[in-house]
């Protein structure tokens, strides 16, 4: 069957690090996503992997491992305002199969 | 950027109304989706589309039904609307499958069946 699991709350500290896990089973991979999802507001776009490794964006990275089905998304120097839910989600063949979401809280 | 619209951001309706949601994108996107959001479940699809007049089953299909007369535009329609149908509802679209089919959401319609 189709699963992805990631944790489904997390806390840490401004100016930290954290790491996001995501493990997911699907019948067809063509790519993993990590999208940012502020309460009461619509999921943005952060980054896609494809290929294994690790792919960095300012702050942001991702990392995929296709033969362990696993995946995380690490946040840097963590700002208040990066408290939001981070969804993973699996694009299967011809739609995105989603994670129930990590909601992520930064304390001061 | 992509910019996806939707008709309302928020909308209250009595239980057996006919329920329209309307989605617009302004980039020639192929690709259209309609999610619910739910506490605990996350994102679940309910229907999707490729092409104008296209439709497929997503995995929630039920009490649902779509239209898509335009590229641009993707309605979803609550035939009798059910408590059990509040929900927020987003709205989604990309380019087709092959490229890097990052999908854009619109801003949510929460939905409140009374």
């Known amino acids: 069957g189709q699963n992805i699991d990631q944790p489904t709350e997390m806390t840490a500290t401004e100016g930290a690090i954290v790491q996001i896990n995501c493990t997911y089973q699907?019948?067809?991979?063509?790519?993993l996503f990590w999208y940012q999802q502020h309460a009461g507001e619509a999921p943005t776009f952060l980054s896609y992997?494809?290929?294994?490794g690790l792919e960095e964006k300012g702050r942001f990275s991702s990392f995929l491992s296709r033969s362990k089905g696993y995946s995380y998304l690490l946040l840097k120097e963590l700002q208040m305002k990066d408290s939001a839910s981070y969804l993973c989600?699996?694009?299967?063949?011809?739609?995105?199969?989603f994670g129930t979401g990590t909601r992520l809280q930064v304390f001061p | 950027d992509v910019k996806v619209t939707q008709s309302s951001r928020y909308l209250v309706k009595r239980t057996g109304e006919k329920v329209f949601l309307e989605c617009v994108q302004d980039?020639?996107?192929?690709?259209m989706f309609w999610y619910r959001q739910d506490p605990g479940l996350g994102l679940r699809l309910i229907y999707f589309?490729?092409?104008?007049?296209?439709?497929e089953k997503g995995d929630i299909p039920e009490g649902y039904s779509v239209s898509r007369e335009k590229k641009e535009r993707f309605s979803l329609i609550l035939e009798s609307a059910s408590t059990n149908q509040t929900s927020m509802y987003l709205c989604?679209?990309?380019?087709?499958?092959?490229?890097?089919?990052?999908?854009?959401f619109g801003p949510g319609t929460r939905l409140l069946v009374l």
């Open positions: 989604a679209s990309s380019l087709p499958q092959g490229t890097q089919e990052t999908q854009y």
């Open positions: 699907t019948s067809g991979f063509n790519g």
């Open positions: 992997n494809v290929l294994d």
């Open positions: 989600a699996v694009s299967d063949t011809d739609k995105l199969i």
């Open positions: 980039m020639d996107h192929e690709n």
């Open positions: 589309s490729y092409d104008v007049k296209m439709k």
